[in-house]
């Protein structure tokens, strides 16, 4: 295994701080442990849940407008829980949370706030988090491990199958990976908190139509998905091969729901009929075909993450990924191959450059110039053409030892660094 650099000892430079002092710790300073990667310990008794879930719930509301697509695909064997978070860049675009207990969070955590309209100039200035925003931003991670072994992601779905999804409730959608960090003990009691409230589902407004959330602890996987509001489960149950569904289906989740797969089966034609928007078909596919190799090490999670990083096929020049080209319409498979819609014309895609290449960057400007008219321009340096989209973080966690692998911008390391050195990430002491 590869030797991975440890948080404690590459505290480069301070990128800004509010700091308190309670118990001899220092909290809210941001230390950076690479270019554009932040280490923060949080303080648990300012920190305020229902106020942060509140804020994401207007928060969102007000960007419903303002769609754009996220694809991220997870899996879980093992004692291991991987994760490829597929966004855009942002001036920040990974941001390491501590959160120890205290106040009322029940378990402490580590967890990771990303690149999107989550983090940015509006929360951080001058590389300093203002007033609300540290009660506020911690509500935003998006995966993240606790201390009695629980690890959480959050996917998107753009589709949806039932009568609609929630617009009102009690749970911002962005929010229930911090409300299982904070208070789930297994994945059981992660299921029963999460059937006490009601999962408002308004990311459509940041990305595709509904979410959906990848849960594990020592013994089991789930995949808690919303059906027309109502929350569907489904389990992976431990064998000597892996983490199964009753239907015989790994525990992966890329961007499709996971109960129409036990349903109808990946890619059948009764598949493609009930679920016309799927995205992530290709990447849950290759997934599965590497999957045994998943239980062995942390460096073979990492190679099953790098085979599906979002910017290397993004500028493929070839055909791949019909699913993740056909967000803003459908697509399918028939007599004639692949194909999928847009603006209402059908596009063959059989001998066809990639789509992304059609598709996106006639929309790149577009959703560039939303974006920075809304949150400012992007500083990023790293931040050219295509690069808007990529895989912003990899991370794997082991739920044995309780701590993370993490990679930062898949584009910064594709195009800077000859060799992957994952960041350890690990619970607060």
């Given at each position: 295994?590869?030797?991975y ?6 505290t480069?430079m ?7 002092k309670q118990e ?13 990667t ?8 300012e920190?305020?849940?229902?106020l942060?879930?509140k804020s994401y719930?207007e ?15 997870s ?8 994760r490829n978070?597929?966004w ?6 990974c ?6 207990k ?6 402490a ?7 999107s ?8 200035k001058?590389?300093v988090?203002e ?18 072994g629980v ?14 999804y929630?617009?009102e409730g009690?749970l ?13 003990g ?5 299921i029963?908190l999460?059937?006490g409230?009601t999962v ?5 407004g940041?990305a595709?139509d509904?979410?959906?959330y990848?849960?594990?602890?020592k013994e089991?996987?789930?995949?808690v998905?919303?059906?027309g ?8 149950d431990?064998s000597?091969?892996g983490y199964?569904s009753?239907?015989?289906n ?10 129409e797969?036990?349903?109808w089966?990946?890619?059948t034609?009764d598949?493609?009929?009930?679920h016309?928007l799927a ?5 849950w596919?290759?997934?599965r075909?590497?999957y045994?190799s998943?239980?062995l090490s942390?460096?073979?999670?990492l ?7 979002y ?5 493929a ?8 080209n056909?967000?803003p319409s ?7 191959g692949?194909y999928?819609?847009?603006?209402g ?16 960057d ?5 959703y560039?110039?939303r974006y920075?008219?809304?949150y400012g321009?992007l500083?990023d340096p790293?931040?050219k ?6 895989t ?14 993490l ?5 910064f390391y594709?195009?800077?660094k ?5 960041i350890?990430?690990?619970l607060p002491?």
């Amino acid at each position: 295994m590869k030797k991975y650099i440890m948080l404690s000892a590459i505290t480069l430079m301070t990128a800004g701080l509010i700091s308190c002092k309670q118990e001899n710790v220092e909290y809210f300073k941001m230390e950076s442990v690479q270019e554009n990667t932040v280490e923060v310990l949080w303080n648990p008794e300012e920190y305020d849940f229902e106020l942060g879930n509140k804020s994401y719930i207007e928060r969102l509301a007000k960007l419903s407008a303002a769609k754009s697509a996220g694809a991220c695909t997870s899996w879980r064997n093992g004692k291991f829980h991987g994760r490829n978070l597929d966004w855009y860049q942002a001036d920040y675009g990974c941001i390491i949370v501590k959160m120890p207990k205290g106040g009322n969070v029940k378990h402490a955590s580590v967890g990771l706030l990303n690149s999107s309209p989550t983090v940015t100039h509006e929360f951080i200035k001058d590389g300093v988090i203002e007033g609300n925003n540290k009660s506020i931003l911690p509500c935003g991670v998006v995966d993240g491990i606790n201390d009695a072994g629980v690890v959480i992601n959050i996917n998107i779905v753009p589709h949806q199958p039932g009568t609609g999804y929630i617009t009102e409730g009690d749970l911002c959608c962005q929010c229930v990976v911090r409300y299982v960090l904070d208070n789930a003990g297994s994945v059981d009691e992660a299921i029963e908190l999460l059937e006490g409230r009601t999962v408002v589902q308004s990311i459509v407004g940041m990305a595709g139509d509904e979410t959906h959330y990848m849960i594990s602890d020592k013994e089991k996987t789930a995949v808690v998905e919303f059906d027309g509001g109502k929350m569907a489960v489904t389990y992976f149950d431990k064998s000597d091969k892996g983490y199964y569904s009753k239907n015989g289906n790994p525990a992966i989740m890329t961007n499709l729901y996971d109960f129409e797969v036990e349903e109808w089966g990946l890619g059948t034609d009764d598949f493609y009929e009930n679920h016309p928007l799927a995205m992530g078909v290709e990447r849950w596919a290759s997934v599965r075909d590497q999957y045994d190799s998943a239980a062995l090490s942390v460096d073979d999670n990492l190679k099953i993450a790098t085979s599906v990083w979002y910017y290397k096929h993004f500028l493929a020049e070839k055909d791949l990924w019909y699913t993740d080209n056909a967000v803003p319409s459908a697509y399918g498979k028939d007599e004639k191959g692949w194909y999928y819609f847009a603006d209402g014309n059908r596009v063959d895609c059989d001998g066809h450059v990639s789509a992304q290449h059609g598709y996106w960057d006639a929309a790149m400007d577009n959703y560039r110039a939303r974006y920075e008219s809304e949150y400012g321009k992007l500083d990023d340096p790293h931040v050219k053409g295509n690069d808007f989209w990529e895989t912003s973080h990899t991370v794997v966690y082991d739920i044995d030892a309780k701590k993370g692998y993490l990679i930062p911008f898949e584009n910064f390391y594709a195009k800077d660094k000859a060799i992957l050195e994952p960041i350890e990430i690990s619970l607060p002491e």
